[in-house]
Structure formats: structure tokens, C-alpha cells
């Protein structure tokens, strides 16, 4: 049977631990994204945090927006992260999707200058229903769109596009001419790579 701690233990285990800031990295404003408690701080390396885009930019139309950030080191009481993806919430894809209309998703691979390697998941949807001819149409633009920007950004360029809503709105400009969309997003990102490495930290923010 095992031993069973007892309160002075538990408190005096508390009070050993240390409240940590984790801050954003670098393309999200160095912003304070929360914090977090530890009796060591090497123990928060590795550990990942999940946020809204609002809580960043405090514009309410953003709230959906959920965004993954890793610890990647920690100096003082300040835990540094990288970003390591993002999603878009479930209520919000559920309300996008409506009847008579069409769901096109496509999944892209994207290297970016400084060698980080993601991959972007699309999603568009029509007013009305659309042909087979046509989705395949709307999913070689969207691969063509975010083909074309490989090697051309440093990482912390292509978040921003890929959080913001530029790609989304260049593949959105692309598509109109083949059928009238109604909506585009990205909806899903991972990062893969860092840097030309492959390492187990990089692993994908959570499914939808």
C-alpha cells in the first residue's frame, strides 16, 4: 500500500513552485499569452500552451482562432514559446457549412526561406452546389497559391499570412474567377520541420 502524502507535505511541494509569464513569440508581439506554474523551470520546455488570436489582438471576430504556442526555453520568470500551429474552432466551421452549398478542403506542404516546413489545411465553400470538375479546379488553385510561395518567406512572415487571412484572401481572389465561393479559409496549420530538422516538439496541434 502505498504512502500517503500528507498536507504538510502537499504544502511545502507548493510552495516550491514558481509562476512562470509565457510570452509570444516574436510575430505575435512578444505579448503576454498567460501563466503558468512549476517547481523547475526546465520542466516548462516542451510544454504547450493553447490561445485565442483574440486574446492577442483583442478584436472580438477573432475569438475562433485557437493558436498553438511551445516553451522553448526560460529566463528568469519569463517562458519563451515558438508557435507550433493553429485551428479554427469547431462551432465556427460548423456554421460555415451550410445546406445545398459545397465543402472543399485541401492539405499543402510549404517550406519557408529559413527552412521550416508546415502544412496547410484549406477549406472552401460555395453558395451553391458545385461540380467535380469544379472542386478540382478550386483545390489546383489552392495548391497553386500556396505552392508559389515557397522559399519566398521567413516563418515568422508566413504565420502571420497564414493566421491573418492574406493567403486565404489571395486564394479566395484566385478561385472567384473559376465559381463564385462564398467563404475561404485556412483552417488548419502544422508545423513539421524547424529549421531543416525533424523534431519530436514539432508534433501537429490537435485534429479536427
Do not use: C
Not at 489545411?121 to 497553386?144: C, F, N, P, W, Y
Amino acid at each position: 500500500m502505498s504512502e500517503q502524502k500528507t498536507p504538510t507535505k502537499l504544502k511545502d511541494k507548493w510552495r516550491q513552485k514558481k509562476w512562470y509569464v509565457v510570452i509570444a513569440p516574436a510575430a505575435f508581439g512578444n505579448v503576454e499569452l498567460g501563466k503558468t506554474l512549476s517547481e523547475d523551470p526546465q520542466k516548462l520546455v516542451g510544454r504547450v500552451l493553447e490561445s485565442t488570436l483574440y486574446n492577442i489582438t483583442e478584436d472580438f471576430s477573432q475569438l475562433h482562432v485557437k493558436l498553438f504556442f511551445r516553451i522553448t526555453k526560460v529566463e528568469g520568470d519569463k517562458a519563451h514559446t515558438m508557435f507550433k500551429g493553429h485551428d479554427l474552432a469547431r462551432d465556427y466551421l460548423r456554421s460555415l457549412v451550410r445546406r445545398g452549398s459545397s465543402r472543399i478542403d485541401g492539405i499543402y506542404p510549404i517550406t519557408t526561406k529559413d527552412g521550416y516546413r508546415m502544412r496547410v489545411g484549406v477549406i472552401a465553400l460555395s453558395a451553391v452546389r458545385t461540380k467535380s470538375s469544379q472542386k478540382h479546379s478550386i483545390r489546383h488553385l489552392m495548391e497553386d497559391t500556396i505552392s508559389k510561395k515557397n522559399g519566398l518567406l521567413m516563418y515568422d512572415e508566413l504565420i502571420q499570412q497564414l493566421v491573418l487571412g492574406k493567403i486565404a484572401s489571395e486564394i479566395y481572389n484566385a478561385a472567384k474567377s473559376v465559381y463564385p465561393l462564398r467563404k475561404i479559409e485556412v483552417r488548419k496549420s502544422e508545423l513539421v520541420v524547424i529549421g531543416g530538422t525533424k523534431p519530436e516538439v514539432a508534433e501537429p496541434a490537435p485534429s479536427q
